[in-house]
């Protein structure tokens, strides 16, 4: 079963920075679209962003200039970079996996709460 193995988040001020991470199986990671998701309190689920295998990369008009994805093929680890965080930003944020080349595979993280709060 495949996993991904999220970390990084926690409790940060208003205007502070936080760096999100997800692990993924060797394997598939280099064919698969990454991405981040967020669902807050009594919310749906949404996008944040995500990137592609060549890395290309698309946000949330929300996050777009405060936040930045990322994704280190070698380490099997994709970034989330949040930075100018405002108490609306405050969710539990999952990774989500999208293989791509091959049987389509879909996979969740477990979510990391970020907090945004004086």
């Known amino acids: 079963q495949v996993q991904l193995v999220e970390s990084g988040g926690g409790l940060v001020q208003p205007g502070g920075s936080l760096r999100l991470s997800c692990a993924a199986p060797?394997?598939?990671?280099?064919?698969?679209?990454m991405g981040w998701y967020r669902q807050a309190p009594g919310q749906q689920r949404e996008l944040v962003a995500t990137?592609?295998?060549?890395?290309?990369?698309n946000y949330a008009d929300s996050v777009k200039g405060r936040f930045t994805i990322s994704r280190d093929n070698a380490k099997n680890t994709v970034y989330l970079q949040m930075g100018s965080l405002k108490p609306e930003d405050t969710a539990v944020y999952y990774c989500?996996?999208?293989?791509?080349?091959?049987?389509?595979?879909?996979?969740w993280g477990q979510g990391t709460l970020v907090t945004v709060a004086v």
């Open positions: 989500n996996l999208k293989r791509v080349l091959g049987r389509y595979l879909e996979v």
């Open positions: 060797e394997s598939i990671f280099s064919i698969s679209t």
């Open positions: 990137i592609t295998i060549t890395s290309s990369t």
